[in-house]
């Protein structure tokens, strides 16, 4: 019913761990959408034409299915926001390294490695992220609204990461634009490291705090 539609948005709106989960999901989205922009990276610093860069972005997705099994049996057996946090502090050391490597000598194979290092890291952030909804101790009768809420948030990257990468890359063309929109990527990732240090807190602080009833539960009741 409309009534358990807006009871159930409004308790989720209140709950930090669902915005930090939120939180989360924008900066792990936002290195998703970096990897748009690998091929453009072939073409215009390491000397590719374009169908080279797009071989170089196809060979990265293939790791998509074992960073994401990987990452989901060190959650497992770890936590997953662990390894969450894991994966950002592997990217923010990845976007740094490619922000000042040059691609001469072996400059070209630590900017190869690390390209591929973070295809990994985020594939990795993408196969457990909503993992956090059990490990938040989310109620069954609330997956639904936090998940479209944590979605509704986290997704939001859509809208506002290609203006301003754009706007990087356009600022200054070439290597410097380059290197510095990875300097932008591994801003991001220092703040997911910051993000999940505050998940973590609150998880500890909210391990005894319960989440209310089960709406249709107590409409149920008030009509007998």
């Not at 900066?27 to 590719?48: E, F, H």
């Not at 936590?79 to 894991?86: F, K």
């Not at 923010?92 to 900017?111: K, N």
């Not at 059990?134 to 936090?146: D, H, I």
Request: charged fraction near 10%.
């Amino acid at each position: 019913s409309s009534q358990g539609l807006f009871h159930s948005a409004a308790v989720v709106t209140t709950r930090p761990l669902v915005w930090a989960q939120a939180a989360v999901i924008i900066c792990a989205y936002c290195g998703y959408k970096g990897l748009d922009n690998y091929s453009l990276y072939a073409v215009q610093v390491l000397g590719m034409n374009e169908v080279e860069g797009a071989q170089l972005s196809a060979y990265g997705a293939f790791i998509r299915p074992v960073a994401a099994v990987a990452a989901g049996f060190l959650a497992d057996r770890w936590s997953a926001s662990r390894t969450i946090g894991a994966s950002f502090i592997v990217l923010l050391f990845t976007y740094a390294m490619l922000s000042i490597a040059l691609p001469d000598g072996p400059g070209l194979a630590v900017i190869y490695a690390n390209i591929f290092v973070s295809f990994f890291a985020v594939f990795a952030l993408r196969g457990v992220y909503f993992a956090l909804l059990e490990e938040n101790k989310t109620p069954a009768y609330y997956t639904g609204a936090v998940t479209g809420m944590v979605s509704f948030v986290g997704y939001t990257p859509e809208i506002f990461f290609a203006p301003i990468t754009g706007r990087i890359l356009d600022a200054s063309p070439g290597l410097v634009g380059h290197q510095n929109y990875f300097l932008f990527l591994a801003a991001v990732a220092a703040i997911g490291i910051v993000v999940v240090a505050g998940l973590l807190r609150l998880q500890r602080s909210n391990s005894h705090v319960s989440w209310p009833r089960d709406p249709a539960l107590d409409m149920k009741s008030s009509t007998k």
